[in-house]
């Protein structure tokens, strides 16, 4: 997972993309992932995060059993006051190259269908439309 944030120092892997810094997510960072998380509907506490992140930065790859290893993009999401200043692209490009740097060929991502800004985007980048598909969800009692 990747974030970004103005230019600080530290000994985690960054990319400089301009006036931003993108590097590797860490923990901390639970609060602003929420906020940001938040402004696309998806309201989440920031212990709820920070428990999630903890399981999330054991494996960003799968091994599915009808193809190749995956590195799955789980979300792009860019705070509304930082959109339009290509930051999007810049985040792409570095979790492609950090598939490639582990030998991974196969980078897959979802959108929800109702995100046409979304779909033409990553369509712009490569991508290619696969599979459309419904979502079912059950919540179970505690």
């Known amino acids: 997972m990747l974030m970004y944030q103005q230019p600080a120092t530290g000994s985690e892997r960054s990319t400089q993309r301009g006036s931003v ?26 212990g709820d995060t920070r428990s999630r992140l903890q ?5 960003f790859h799968t091994q599915p059993l009808v193809d190749e290893t995956t590195v799955n993009i789980a979300g792009l999401v860019v705070d509304e006051k930082s959109r339009r200043n290509r930051l999007d692209r810049a985040l792409m ?50």
């Open 93 to 142: 490009r570095d979790a492609e190259a950090w598939a490639a740097y582990r030998s991974l060929k196969l980078v897959s991502l979802r959108s929800n269908i109702v995100r046409d800004q979304a779909h033409t985007f990553y369509e712009q980048l490569g991508y290619e439309r696969v599979k459309t598909q419904h979502a079912y969800r059950k919540r179970l009692a505690p």
């Open 21 to 46: 810094q993108i590097r590797s997510m860490h923990l901390d960072a639970a609060a602003q992932i929420a906020e940001i998380s938040a402004q696309f509907g998806f309201p989440v506490t920031p």
């Open 55 to 59: 399981r999330w930065l054991a494996s």
